[in-house]
T-cell receptor, first 112, second 113 residues
């Protein structure tokens, strides 16, 4: 089983749509979770951390289900500028040095 | 806003040559990382560095790789004898004392011919 699994997409949605991405992780001892965004041939950029109680940042909502080892990202009112690859990232804390384990990413294309 | 910087943005080298990729992490950060991403594949962890020593490394980070923090600002990745399969985007990242969030530099695209 892969450490972090995501649906590769692509998700093709019109502007204004709501889109949800899912992710599962295999290491139940994982401590921290993130969504990063990556534009083509660019660096991953932190979109948001994911907390156990769920958290929201503007149009973005992240949820974590530790029992199911499942993470989600919801984007409301999609914009053209949201087109990117969304990376589910897990931090299996080990001796505190915090390497990140990346999923392969889910590609989102928002069209007019 | 402080950011991680990397040089060069693109490096072309011949197989067997040594390359040094350079990074300047965010100034108050204490933990430093290198990751790589082969075209079309996921981002993979290479090595983490703290308190002037390697804290963890992946299977990819073999004897051909080394890291160094030669002064108070730079963090380098050296590949001693490059192979074709080393062609990838190499990202440097850094973190402050808080758990988790890492900030990435723009990357160096390494092409080995």
């Amino acid at each position: 089983r892969k450490e972090v699994e995501q649906d590769p997409g692509p998700f093709n949605v019109p502007e204004g749509a709501t889109v949800a991405f899912n992710c599962t992780y295999s290491n139940s001892a994982s401590q921290s979770f993130f969504w990063y965004r990556q534009d083509c041939r660019k660096e991953p950029k932190l979109l948001m951390s994911v907390y156990s109680s769920g958290n929201e940042d503007g149009r973005f909502t992240a949820q974590l289900n530790r029992a199911s080892q499942y993470i989600s990202l919801l984007i409301r009112d999609s914009k053209l500028s949201d087109s990117a690859t969304y990376l589910c990232v897990v931090n299996p804390v080990y001796r505190g040095y915090n390497k990140l384990i990346f999923g392969a990413g889910t590609r989102l294309a928002v069209h007019p | 806003e402080p950011e991680v910087t990397q040089t060069p943005s693109h490096q072309v080298t011949q197989m067997g040559q040594e390359v040094i990729l350079r990074c300047v992490p965010i100034s108050n950060h204490l933990y430093f990382y290198w990751y790589r991403q082969i075209l079309g594949q996921k981002v993979e962890f290479l090595v983490s560095f703290y308190n002037n020593e390697i804290s963890e490394k992946s299977e990819i980070f073999d004897d051909q790789f080394s890291v160094e923090r030669p002064d108070g600002s730079n963090f380098t990745l050296k590949i001693r004898s490059t192979k074709l399969e080393d062609s990838a985007m190499y990202f440097c990242a850094s973190r402050d004392k808080r758990v988790g969030e890492q900030y990435f530099g723009p990357g160096t695209r390494l092409t080995v011919t």
